[in-house]
Every structure is written in structure tokens, then in C-alpha cells.
């Protein structure tokens, strides 16, 4: 089955604690990207990549690292967490068929609460 | 900031009347998606538009892209409980970007 898989689905951490939650996709996408959500703000890219070691910044960055090493896998590390960083959080990933942005496939998300 | 806008945030309609929400961009779009995320879910693909002007249909729910491409609307025709979510656009402003509106919620009453 065609899927994005994320873990955790639900973290509640400390301030200072560094996390790292996983993204996986079994679709051969080359693009993957992860976002936050948060109540009146729509979804807001943090980072996204177009392929193996190639990633950049999205609208929403600070805080965040992520690394491409391989394909299939795109985690999002938060080295020193803080409060304001609590949100859902969603990865997605995509063929991007001659520059024209494909269908995001959505993992199920993760809730994340800082204290 | 959030350079593509979405109206209404919220609507609440009785089950049977219609719905449209507008989604609204600073910049001119290549493409535009729509998404459907219900309650404790994620968002999920609804649809997208290439062309200026263009217009598609599925069903009870009805997509426009504006002829300058910087404006995108979705229709909901007798809406029914099943409706009930945030409808969020997505528009590509240029290659590798794609920022989503700031969507809509609807709830339907039956």
C-alpha cells in the first residue's frame, strides 16, 4: 500500500530536549516536504527536499534541521525544542512530473506539545 | 508570511445549502491544489488546475482557477454531512514552492 509513515504519532517533551521524529514514503517520490499546522495559520512549510542531499528552506524554518540521506526518508530533528514549536506536524511527498508540483501525500501526522 | 489567503477561516451551513470558499494569492500561481482534511485527519488530494480559467467538476463539488491565475474558488453544491472538514488551496508560486491557503473550515448541520 502507497503510504507515509510518521512516528511518533504523539510526543510530549521538555524544553531543551532534543527530538527527532521520523518520515518515511514506499512511493519512489522525490520531493518530500514537512509542515506545521497550527489553528488560523493554515499548513506552513518548515523544509522540503527535491532529492538525496538536497534540501532548503520553507516559510518557517527556525528550529529545525533535516537531512535527505536517503530517498525514502526525510526526518525533522528539533535540537533544542521550545514552546512555540508545539504544533501538529506533517510530512508529505510527491513526484514532481516536469517542474508542475504533483498530488502530497500526507503521513498521518504528529502532535507535538513542549513544556 | 502566509502570502496565499483563503475566506472565510470558518462557515457553518445547514445540510442542503451551498458552500464556496475562495482562495486568494499575492503572486501569480503555475498550478493550484485543493486538499480536504477532516476532523483528526489529514489533509488529502482533492484536485488541481494548470489552466487560466479553468474550471472542473466532481461530482457536487465544482473548481475554478481565476483567468489571472492569482485567485481559485471551490463549490460545494447541497452540502451534505459528509462535507464536514477544512478545505485548504495549495499554489505553486515557482518550481520546488508550493504554499498552502490558510483554509477553510465547514461544519454542516443536518
Known amino acids: 500500500e502507497a503510504q507515509v509513515t510518521q512516528n511518533p504519532r504523539y510526543l510530549i517533551t521538555v524544553t531543551g530536549k532534543k527530538l527527532t521524529v521520523t518520515c518515511s514514503q514506499n512511493m519512489n517520490h522525490e520531493y518530500m516536504s514537512w509542515y506545521r499546522q497550527d489553528p488560523g495559520l493554515g499548513l506552513r512549510q518548515i523544509y522540503y527536499?527535491?532529492?538525496?542531499?538536497?534540501?532548503d528552506k520553507g516559510d518557517v524554518p527556525e528550529g529545525y534541521k533535516v537531512s535527505r540521506k536517503e530517498k525514502r526518508n526525510f526526518p525533522l530533528i528539533l535540537e533544542s525544542p521550545s514552546p512555540n514549536q508545539t504544533s501538529l506536524y506533517f510530512c508529505?511527498?510527491?513526484?514532481?512530473?516536469?517542474?508542475?508540483?504533483?498530488?502530497?501525500?500526507f503521513g498521518p501526522g504528529t502532535r507535538l506539545t513542549v513544556t | 508570511g502566509q502570502q496565499v489567503m483563503q475566506i472565510p477561516q470558518y462557515q457553518h451551513v445547514q445540510e442542503g445549502e451551498d458552500f464556496t470558499t475562495y482562495c486568494n494569492s499575492s503572486t501569480t500561481l503555475s498550478n493550484i491544489q485543493w486538499y480536504k482534511q477532516r476532523p483528526g485527519g489529514h489533509p488529502v488530494f482533492l484536485i488541481q488546475?494548470?489552466?487560466?480559467?479553468e474550471v472542473k467538476k466532481q461530482k457536487r463539488l465544482t473548481f475554478q482557477f481565476g483567468e489571472a491565475k492569482k485567485n481559485s474558488s471551490l463549490h460545494i453544491t447541497a452540502t451534505q454531512t459528509t462535507d464536514v472538514g477544512t478545505y485548504f488551496c495549495a499554489g505553486q508560486r515557482s518550481f520546488q514552492k508550493l504554499v498552502f491557503g490558510t483554509g477553510t473550515r465547514l461544519l454542516v448541520s443536518p
Open positions: 508529505a511527498s510527491s513526484l514532481v512530473p516536469r517542474g508542475v508540483m504533483g498530488e502530497q501525500y
Open positions: 527536499s527535491m532529492n538525496v542531499e538536497v534540501t
Open positions: 488546475l494548470v489552466k487560466s480559467g
